[in-house]
């Protein structure tokens, strides 16, 4: 195999990965497949011998083709809204390969899409290279021409649009949304530590997703009579994740995550594990659970009254 067969090889095991990212960031099959053939073109042109993490650099690279699609797209106001819908909603054609198929499946809704194209191109691409790939800030900073710090603001900024605009309710909510949410959360938490199986089931949507980054599947285990629950890192449906929960979030309690009503445990008042809740029509659509320490010391955490 010669050194050009070596590379495209390599190349193509993130391909996928490249795709998805392209995707979130563009809503649009098209571009993102013409961001990933840009990367692979300005890959064959670079010497990357002293690139020790090539899958980082081919999403930063990715990461830049698409800020420049952004920014040229909002220069040339195509849509008189201001709003570049995704192509599923604008009714364009299905995904047609596995890997398309996957982008969609893999939680990008469609109306998260919308919600990004309102965001600046900065804002949007710190959010999606950090939130949803966990690229370091440190990482993103050069592809948005700022410092880390100001990298970390545009990220911020845009999570507090998004959860101010979703359907999951967050900094935009009306005051009814807010106090219905906080019932929700507080529902959960109280079956949870009653161990009360109907009860979970009740404020569970059917098709509900609990995802645990690796320090939380990691940790949970030693931490389950404090509240953390005993985790995989992906499970879905009402039933399993009552399973999970039932009885096991004793030391949780709600608080306010980065302005967004949330749970946390936090023994001696510094949080160890912080739980993220999607909520529509009532009932938790989505849990995410965190305890990365990284993740945990950028979020803003505000402990709430029983």
């Given at each position: 195999m010669d050194e050009n067969e070596f590379l495209a090889d390599r190349f193509e095991a993130h391909r996928a990965h490249l795709r998805a990212v392209a995707y979130r960031m563009l809503g649009s099959h098209a571009e993102a497949e013409d961001a990933v053939q840009e990367a692979w073109l300005r890959l064959s042109r670079?010497?990357?011998?002293?690139?020790a993490n090539l899958g980082g650099w081919l999403t930063t690279v990715v990461?830049?083709?698409c800020l420049d699609?952004?920014?040229?797209?909002?220069s040339r106001r195509e849509d008189p809204r201001g709003v570049h819908l995704p192509d599923e909603v604008a009714g364009g054609r299905d995904p047609a390969t596995p890997e398309q198929q996957a982008v969609l499946a893999d939680s990008v809704g469609q109306a998260l899409?919308?919600?990004l194209d309102t965001l600046e191109p900065a804002e949007r691409l710190a959010f999606v290279l950090h939130d949803m790939f966990a690229v370091p800030y440190d990482e993103i900073a050069p592809v948005v021409g700022r410092s880390t710090a100001a990298a970390r603001q545009l990220a911020s900024r845009a999570r507090r649009r998004v959860q101010g605009t979703s359907p999951a309710g967050g900094a935009g909510t009306t005051e009814g949304d807010a106090a219905r949410r906080r019932e929700v959360v507080d529902a959960f938490l109280t079956a949870a530590r009653g161990g009360d199986l109907d009860a979970l089931l009740a404020v569970l949507d059917p098709d509900v997703v609990l995802r645990a980054d690796p320090a939380a599947?990691?940790?949970?285990?030693a931490s389950r009579a404090h509240g953390a629950p005993l985790l995989a890192g992906e499970i879905r449906g009402a039933s399993a994740v009552a399973d999970t929960f039932s009885g096991r979030a004793r030391g949780a309690q709600p608080a306010l995550v980065d302005g967004v009503l949330a749970a946390t445990y936090a023994p001696?008042?510094?949080?160890?594990?912080?739980?993220?809740?999607?909520v529509e029509d009532g009932r938790?659509?989505?849990i995410d659970v965190i305890a990365d320490p990284a993740r945990l010391a950028e979020l803003d955490v505000e402990p709430l009254e029983p």
């Open positions: 670079s010497d990357t011998s002293e690139v990461g830049r083709v699609v952004l920014r040229s797209r909002k899409l919308v919600v599947v990691e940790t949970a285990g001696g008042g510094t949080p160890r594990v912080v739980f993220g809740f999607a938790i659509v989505g």
